[in-house]
């Protein structure tokens, strides 16, 4: 070995032994419960060890002594052993009254087997059994094996810890992760190559000394280490498969050493071939989800009494559930999560239109449309709903009797894998039915599948009762939304109809006045243009053409005077000022026509009626009021603004509201000042529209 390398090696355990020391002197000194506490005990064994550990690699780099190097490297299995212990003891039962095991009863054989595989590896080379180069092939792939189990018991530590005690044992788990992973390292290079790497040797004590800080925070944060450990199913899942993997490379690392061996000069080449196969197979198996699958049910089958934790599937399920982007997509998310119960890779679901007794296929999922119908009163369908059975069409072609020999259709026979049928009940009715198709890993359906998929069924049923029911939701509001438009319409077109009935009654005793016979024509002729515009507001949904500008209310208002005159009632007009707002002004003219005509059919022939124009600030202000019998405030509040709300006996109560939000949207306001026998005076402000007649540039050269 190299002086400098060897310097640094001695530098790096005394640092270690330095550090380890510490360790034991900070627990037994501020540990006031270390006595008693059994967790606290072992890691003080371990701080122990670990000393004893990088004192004897201290004393081998300084002597270079064979029996200093094995005294060494059995202090490093003892180190690791102690470790084993101390996790498997945090690992343990707590609870008496809690039988199912937090930690599975193979793990803890295996690493009592490495020690005392270990042990007897270094009496073998003291007693001269094996030669030492044997020794330090076997003690290398012994150190592998190792520092994977402890990875092992790290990462189950973490996973089953619960979350109160999880910032307890971070530091632990990280410090130890980072020892064990470096070992990984150290001793997988060494079966690779069959040589330790002298540069992670020499580092291999800092590494150790600079994760002793994290020891000792994790002791001050917690005294008894853990509480309430709990082994799910997905943490013994993610254990079994990091150990079967770790298995798996050190089953590579040694056929890659023995071809290296005996293949001669192209042995090198063939290792690394053989490693990157097997690593690239490593990885096809982790990603197939046919082996994942049989890793869940071996895990589920051999170490939990349930198969299932219900609270991870429930939760699953309900976020499945929830994450779909449109109600169309909910069918496909309901076959996807009744699958992952059951390791299925394909479904279809069939579903009942509200109202029609025909079941016809509404969504699939790896499985080809089927356009065949189900029948409500069918045999299928009549027997999900009086059972709520999950037919297993495995066990029904064998046993046809357990199920009252129920008559499978034509259709399901033909349909590729079909396993399982869950039907989806929502209360006292049976929405559909979802088929499974066969799963990627044989599953025993027993009683707490079934019980699963039928409780996770009548959920998928509700969700899917809350998608129909949205669906008719939203078609009664789009029917209520063009009946409320078609009212706007037949409210226009009766005030037409009103308008050319009066004409026509007028005729017959003015039919020879030029004059009469002209506004009549142009009477005619703004009633055709109105309907015009209000049949392709009926047809096209929008508002009538033509985008807002500027309009004249003295003109509007001389218009509605003039043609309330023509029918016999006189209007007094005010007009202040010549304003003009924002707006359509056939629109406008409706709105205030419509308060005008309120006005006269509120009053007695011969009441005075008036409408004002005047500014108002920066607004126009329109006042229509009458002498007539007024309106309560609790009418004002509750009725005269709302739609199909009147008092009139041939009204529709639709032009009120819908003058008030034709007011609204242009940024206006109507104010209602009435009171019973007194009149009623209703006061309407729009924004004006302001016509510049001077550029900016002109403004500026002003100033």
Same mark, same amino acid.
């Given at each position: 070995m190299e002086i400098t390398s060897a310097s640094l090696i001695i530098w790096s355990y005394g640092l270690a032994a330095f550090g380890y020391l510490a360790l034991w002197i900070y627990l037994i000194s501020f540990g006031a419960d270390w006595r008693s506490g059994l967790h606290t005990r072992r890691m003080v064994s371990v701080a122990i060890m670990s000393t004893? $550990? !990088?004192?004897?690699?201290?004393?081998? %780099?300084?002597?270079?002594? %064979?029996?200093?190097?094995?005294?060494?490297? +059995?202090?490093?299995?003892?180190?690791?052993?102690?470790?084993?212990?101390?996790?498997?003891?945090l690992l343990a039962p707590t609870d008496k009254q809690d039988d199912k095991p937090f930690l599975p009863s193979w793990l803890p054989a295996i690493c009592w087997t490495l020690v005392f595989a270990g042990i007897v590896l270094h009496f073998s080379v003291t007693l001269?059994? /094996?030669?030492?180069?044997?020794? +330090?092939?076997?003690?290398?792939? *012994?150190?592998?094996?190792e520092a994977v189990i402890g990875l092992v018991l790290v990462e189950q530590l973490f996973r089953t810890v619960s979350e109160d005690s999880r910032w307890n044992i971070k530091p632990l788990c990280l410090a130890l992760f980072f020892q064990f992973a470096f070992d990984v390292y150290l001793f997988s290079e060494a079966v690779m190559f069959s040589r330790i790497d002298r540069d992670a040797l020499a580092v291999r004590g800092f590494v150790h000394a600079i994760? /002793?800080?994290?020891?000792?925070?994790a002791t001050d944060r917690a005294r008894d280490w853990t509480s309430k450990i709990r082994l799910s199913q997905k943490a013994a899942f993610h254990s079994a %498969?990091?150990?079967?993997? &770790?298995?798996?490379? =050190?089953?590579?690392?040694?056929?890659?050493?023995?071809?290296?061996?005996?293949?001669?000069? $192209?042995?090198?080449?063939?290792? +690394?071939?053989?490693?990157? !196969?097997?690593?690239?197979?490593?990885?096809? =198996?982790?990603?197939?989800?046919?082996?994942?699958?049989?890793m869940k049910v071996l895990v589920g089958k051999h170490f939990f009494r349930y198969r299932y934790d219900y609270r991870e599937e429930w939760l699953r399920f309900t976020q499945t559930l929830t994450e779909q982007e449109s109600p169309q997509a909910l069918g496909q998310q309901v076959i996807r999560g009744l699958a992952n119960m059951v390791e299925s890779p394909a479904g279809t679901l069939w579903l009942r239109e509200t109202g029609n007794p025909i079941y016809r296929q509404s969504a699939r999922w790896n499985l080809p449309e089927c356009v065949a119908q189900e029948a409500q009163d069918s045999s299928l369908c009549r027997f999900l709903f009086a059972s709520g059975w999950i037919v297993n069409l495995e066990e029904y072609r064998s046993y046809p009797a357990r199920y009252n020999n129920l008559d499978i259709p034509g259709w399901l026979s033909d349909l590729p894998n079909a396993w399982l049928i869950v039907p989806l009940m929502a209360g006292n009715e049976m929405q559909g039915f979802v088929i499974l198709a066969s799963s990627r890993t044989p599953i025993n359906v027993n009683w707490e599948v079934n019980d699963l998929?039928?409780?996770?069924?009548?959920?998928?049923?509700?969700? =899917? !009762?809350?998608?129909?029911? %949205?669906?008719?939701?939203?078609?009664?509001?789009?029917?209520?939304?063009? #009946?409320?438009?078609?009212?706007?319409?037949? *409210?226009?077109?009766?005030? /037409?109809?009103?308008?050319?009935?009066?004409?026509?009654?007028?005729?017959?005793? *003015?039919?020879?006045?030029?004059?009469?016979?002209? @506004?009549?024509?142009?009477?005619? &002729?703004?009633?055709?243009?109105?309907?015009?515009? +209000?049949?392709?507001q009926l047809r096209e949904g929008a508002a009538p053409p033509g985008g807002i500008c500027g309009v004249n209310l003295a003109d509007v208002i001389q218009r509605i005077q003039k043609d309330k005159m023509n029918q016999g009632r006189a209007i007094e007009t005010q007009i202040q000022d010549r304003l003009i707002a924002r707006g359509h002004e056939e629109r406008l003219e409706r709105v205030i026509g419509h308060l005008v005509q309120n006005a006269i059919d509120a009053s007695p022939q011969?009441?005075?009626? $008036?409408?004002?124009?005047?500014?108002? #600030?920066?607004?126009?202000? /329109?006042?229509?009021?009458?002498?007539?019998?007024?309106?309560?405030?609790?009418?004002?509040? @509750?009725?005269?603004?709302?739609?199909f709300q009147s008092t009139k006996d041939a009204g529709m109560g639709i032009g009120a509201y819908e003058s008030a939000q034709y007011i609204r949207e242009l940024g206006g306001d109507m104010q209602v000042d009435s009171e019973p026998g007194k009149g009623t005076r209703i006061t309407v402000t729009l924004p004006l529209f302001v016509i510049r007649t001077e550029s900016d540039l002109h403004e500026q050269e002003a100033a």
């Amino acid at each position: 070995m190299e002086i400098t390398s060897a310097s640094l090696i001695i530098w790096s355990y005394g640092l270690a032994a330095f550090g380890y020391l510490a360790l034991w002197i900070y627990l037994i000194s501020f540990g006031a419960d270390w006595r008693s506490g059994l967790h606290t005990r072992r890691m003080v064994s371990v701080a122990i060890m670990s000393t004893l $550990w !990088a004192s004897a690699g201290f004393l081998y %780099t300084y002597s270079g002594n %064979t029996l200093a190097l094995i005294a060494a490297s +059995l202090a490093d299995v003892a180190k690791y052993g102690v470790w084993y212990l101390f996790l498997v003891t945090l690992l343990a039962p707590t609870d008496k009254q809690d039988d199912k095991p937090f930690l599975p009863s193979w793990l803890p054989a295996i690493c009592w087997t490495l020690v005392f595989a270990g042990i007897v590896l270094h009496f073998s080379v003291t007693l001269r059994l /094996i030669s030492p180069a044997e020794w +330090l092939r076997l003690l290398f792939f *012994h150190g592998l094996a190792e520092a994977v189990i402890g990875l092992v018991l790290v990462e189950q530590l973490f996973r089953t810890v619960s979350e109160d005690s999880r910032w307890n044992i971070k530091p632990l788990c990280l410090a130890l992760f980072f020892q064990f992973a470096f070992d990984v390292y150290l001793f997988s290079e060494a079966v690779m190559f069959s040589r330790i790497d002298r540069d992670a040797l020499a580092v291999r004590g800092f590494v150790h000394a600079i994760t /002793i800080p994290l020891l000792m925070m994790a002791t001050d944060r917690a005294r008894d280490w853990t509480s309430k450990i709990r082994l799910s199913q997905k943490a013994a899942f993610h254990s079994a %498969t990091l150990l079967l993997a &770790g298995l798996y490379l =050190l089953f590579t690392a040694g056929v890659g050493y023995y071809v290296r061996y005996f293949g001669g000069e $192209w042995g090198r080449a063939f290792q +690394l071939a053989l490693i990157f !196969a097997g690593l690239l197979l490593l990885g096809v =198996l982790l990603v197939s989800g046919s082996m994942r699958a049989k890793m869940k049910v071996l895990v589920g089958k051999h170490f939990f009494r349930y198969r299932y934790d219900y609270r991870e599937e429930w939760l699953r399920f309900t976020q499945t559930l929830t994450e779909q982007e449109s109600p169309q997509a909910l069918g496909q998310q309901v076959i996807r999560g009744l699958a992952n119960m059951v390791e299925s890779p394909a479904g279809t679901l069939w579903l009942r239109e509200t109202g029609n007794p025909i079941y016809r296929q509404s969504a699939r999922w790896n499985l080809p449309e089927c356009v065949a119908q189900e029948a409500q009163d069918s045999s299928l369908c009549r027997f999900l709903f009086a059972s709520g059975w999950i037919v297993n069409l495995e066990e029904y072609r064998s046993y046809p009797a357990r199920y009252n020999n129920l008559d499978i259709p034509g259709w399901l026979s033909d349909l590729p894998n079909a396993w399982l049928i869950v039907p989806l009940m929502a209360g006292n009715e049976m929405q559909g039915f979802v088929i499974l198709a066969s799963s990627r890993t044989p599953i025993n359906v027993n009683w707490e599948v079934n019980d699963l998929l039928r409780a996770a069924g009548c959920q998928a049923a509700s969700y =899917l !009762a809350r998608m129909q029911a %949205t669906e008719a939701l939203l078609e009664v509001r789009k029917f209520d939304a063009f #009946n409320k438009m078609s009212a706007f319409v037949v *409210h226009d077109l009766k005030n /037409i109809v009103t308008q050319l009935s009066l004409m026509l009654k007028n005729a017959e005793r *003015h039919s020879d006045n030029p004059e009469f016979q002209q @506004d009549m024509l142009m009477t005619v &002729g703004h009633a055709v243009e109105r309907m015009r515009q +209000l049949m392709m507001q009926l047809r096209e949904g929008a508002a009538p053409p033509g985008g807002i500008c500027g309009v004249n209310l003295a003109d509007v208002i001389q218009r509605i005077q003039k043609d309330k005159m023509n029918q016999g009632r006189a209007i007094e007009t005010q007009i202040q000022d010549r304003l003009i707002a924002r707006g359509h002004e056939e629109r406008l003219e409706r709105v205030i026509g419509h308060l005008v005509q309120n006005a006269i059919d509120a009053s007695p022939q011969g009441a005075r009626v $008036w409408a004002l124009l005047e500014r108002r #600030n920066d607004k126009a202000a /329109i006042e229509v009021g009458d002498d007539g019998h007024g309106m309560t405030q609790e009418f004002i509040r @509750d009725r005269l603004f709302k739609p199909f709300q009147s008092t009139k006996d041939a009204g529709m109560g639709i032009g009120a509201y819908e003058s008030a939000q034709y007011i609204r949207e242009l940024g206006g306001d109507m104010q209602v000042d009435s009171e019973p026998g007194k009149g009623t005076r209703i006061t309407v402000t729009l924004p004006l529209f302001v016509i510049r007649t001077e550029s900016d540039l002109h403004e500026q050269e002003a100033a």
